[in-house]
């Protein structure tokens, strides 16, 4: 296992059009987290799964972004008509809760621009 | 008020001295407690948890205070390769809060 995988790396669209990010977790990892982080800033919480399950949306979040893990293993984010201030990092990170810790592990993230 | 606070410095000091970080949570439901280490350009990665009782790994020592809401971060004979940020993150129910961070610099 080669760690959490994380694609495209960069993304550069304009403002309006749609993207979608993709996260491969750990393969024995039954949980999965996204997160945003802009500069000086830490990681700020999107959403996160237990398998297929989507446990939790931040509030903060508008409609526009969506989240899905249909077969409790890779998980997409889409942006719809994105936004200037949608500009930034979005990492992804699984774990296994089962182990009590809940440790994450984090892909190298999605960077994305929006112009 | 944000969940997680931390104190985003910058903080230089010179090789050798000690230096302390601190986070606070507001969340008292809050269940387990760690510290991730962030380097420039890097994705976050896990230094160490947290436990109530204290714990140390080599020059790291971590603390906790629930009655307080309040996780400290001590390192010891800071060197060069400790620059990074530092982020405090809390267990809520199995969403993890990150804090902004805190900036270290060591220098020669």
């Known amino acids: 296992d080669t760690g959490v995988s994380q694609n495209p790396r960069h993304k550069i669209t304009k403002r309006g059009q749609n993207v979608t990010f993709r996260c491969d977790p750990i393969s024995e990892h039954n949980r999965l987290y996204w997160y945003r982080q802009t500069l000086g800033q830490g990681p700020e919480f999107l959403t996160y799964?237990?398998?297929?399950?989507?446990?939790?949306k931040s509030r903060l979040l508008s409609d526009r972004f969506s989240a899905e893990r249909p077969k409790g293993s890779f998980s997409t984010l889409e942006i719809q008509r994105t936004e200037q201030g949608d500009s930034a990092m979005y990492l992804c990170a699984s774990s296994f809760s089962e182990s009590g810790a809940n440790v994450l592990t984090f892909g190298a993230g999605s960077r994305l621009t929006v112009l | 008020r944000k969940e997680v606070e931390q104190d985003p410095g910058p903080f230089n000091v010179p090789e050798g001295a000690t230096v302390a970080f601190n986070c606070t949570y507001s969340?008292?439901?809050?269940?387990?407690f760690f510290w991730y280490r962030q380097d420039c350009r890097k994705e976050p990665k896990l230094l160490m948890s947290v436990y109530s009782s204290g714990n140390e790994d080599g020059r790291f020592t971590a603390q906790l205070n629930r009655a307080s809401q309040y996780i400290s971060l001590l390192i010891r004979d800071s060197k060069l390769s400790d620059s990074a940020t530092y982020l405090c993150?809390?267990?809520?129910?199995?969403?993890?809060?990150f804090g902004q961070g805190t900036t270290l610099q060591v220098k020669p």
């Open positions: 799964f237990q398998n297929e399950a989507q446990l939790e």
């Open positions: 969340n008292s439901a809050s269940q387990s």
């Open positions: 993150v809390v267990n809520l129910r199995g969403k993890l809060i």
